[in-house]
Each structure stands twice: as structure tokens, then as C-alpha cells.
T-cell receptor, first 113, second 109 residues
Framework: IAGITQAPTSQILAAGRRMTLRCTQD?????MYWYRQDLGLGLRLIHY???????GKGEVPDGYSVSRANTDDFPLTLASAVPSQTSVYFC????????????FGPGTRLTVL | GQNIDQPTEMTATEGAIVQINCTYQ??????LFWYQQHAGEAPTFLSY????GLEEKGRFSSFLSRSKGYSYLLLKELQMKDSASYLC??????????FGAGTTVTVRA
């Protein structure tokens, strides 16, 4: 593994189903983030974690939950998917201190029907 | 909340220069970032400004004026591979990034 990986690459999901998007980083970054990207709206922060064991809500957290059991993994769960959650989801990580630049995973394209 | 504005689209010719402007209003300021995003791919980091002035990195330069809430990304000697979306992002007082909607740059031969 090099950098950040996300799985699955894409998924079509029936409304009402539960779905977990996976994110793993091997850079030992303290902070991790989940964004969704929709046409014309740019990237919007869903949830974040400044360090293992802590999480926080971003701009659009409703309908999503996260956990941060260890440094490397930051899964995003949709408890009961709705069509408005159709989007491209990006996971990112950053090392606290300095410019704290965020580096992004390849994304998951999710379609909820 | 954050308000970040950048043009939706720009078109330029190969070899030319293009300047992408970004204006912002944020609660607190802890740096401004520019990312490049090719279609269907992840954003990749281009530049970071936290102090006023110009940061140059090869063909790309980024400028910041904190008093004016203004930044620009300058792309010189445009190449076809520079066709992409360019995202302006501001880090606020809580160290969270807010992104503009992005500027799609099309480079024509």
C-alpha cells in the first residue's frame, strides 16, 4: 500500500441499504477526513478525525457515521442510504503541524437508486 | 461559514498563461491551498500560501492577499495535460478546509 486506498471503487446501492466505505492510509497521518463531491458544489466535509479515537462532524454529517479505531483506518457508514447520497466520496489524510496538507484517496463513486 | 468564489470555466491556448482568481470570506484564516483535479481522479496538492505574496513552483505560481481575501493561481507555458479542474481551498480558524466549486481549465491546441 502506498498513500491512501479506498474501497470499493464504485458501487450501486438500493435505497434503504447499509453501506460502509473503507479508507486506509499507510503514511501514519494523525488526521483523516471524508468529503463528498457533487457537480457544481465542490468538496464538502462530512466527518473528520484529528487522531485515533476521536471524530468530529463536518459541514454535511447527517446520514453518515464514522469510527477511528486505529491510525490507519477511517470507515464511513451510511446506515440507510438515500438517493441524495449519490456522490463521489473522497477520503483524505494529513499530518498535524506545518502546512498540514491534505492528501486524497482515489475516491468511491456511489449511486443510490 | 465560508464563502469561496472562483470562476466556473476558463479556456486558453497551449503555451499561453492563465490566471485563476479566488476570493474568500472565512471565519478565521490558517492558509490557502490550490489543488488540481483531472476528470475522474482525486485532487492533488499544488500549492500552499499562508503569508501574503507569491509562491513559485515551476510553471505554477500562487499569490495571496489576506487583507483582500484574494488569491490567484497562475499557470504558465500551458500544456494540454494542464486541462483539469483547479480547486481553491481555505483553512479556517478550526483548521478545517473549505473548498470552492472549482475552475475547469481547457487548454486548446
Amino acid at each position: 500500500i502506498a498513500g491512501i486506498t479506498q474501497a470499493p471503487t464504485s458501487q450501486i446501492l438500493a435505497a434503504g441499504r447499509r453501506m460502509t466505505l473503507r479508507c486506509t492510509q499507510d503514511m501514519r497521518h494523525n488526521a483523516m477526513y471524508w468529503y463528498r463531491q457533487d457537480l457544481g458544489l465542490g468538496l464538502r466535509l462530512i466527518h473528520y478525525s484529528n487522531t485515533a479515537g476521536t471524530t468530529g462532524k463536518g459541514e454535511v454529517p447527517d446520514g453518515y457515521s464514522v469510527s477511528r479505531a486505529n491510525t490507519d483506518d477511517f470507515p464511513l457508514t451510511l446506515a440507510s442510504a438515500v438517493p441524495s447520497q449519490t456522490s463521489v466520496y473522497f477520503c483524505a489524510s494529513s499530518e498535524a503541524g506545518g502546512p498540514d496538507t491534505q492528501y486524497f484517496g482515489p475516491g468511491t463513486r456511489l449511486t443510490v437508486l | 461559514g465560508q464563502n469561496i468564489d472562483q470562476p466556473t470555466e476558463m479556456t486558453a491556448t497551449e503555451g499561453a498563461i492563465v490566471q485563476i482568481n479566488c476570493t474568500y470570506q472565512t471565519s478565521g484564516f490558517n492558509g490557502l491551498f490550490w489543488y488540481q483535479q483531472h476528470a475522474g481522479e482525486a485532487p492533488t496538492f499544488l500549492s500552499y500560501n499562508v503569508l501574503d505574496g507569491l509562491e513559485e513552483k515551476g510553471r505554477f505560481s500562487s499569490f495571496l492577499s489576506r487583507s483582500k481575501g484574494y488569491s490567484y493561481l497562475l499557470l504558465k507555458e500551458l500544456q494540454m495535460k494542464d486541462s483539469a479542474s483547479y480547486l481553491c481551498a481555505v483553512r479556517d480558524g478550526d483548521y478545517k478546509l473549505s473548498f470552492g466549486a472549482g475552475t475547469t481549465v481547457t487548454v486548446r491546441a
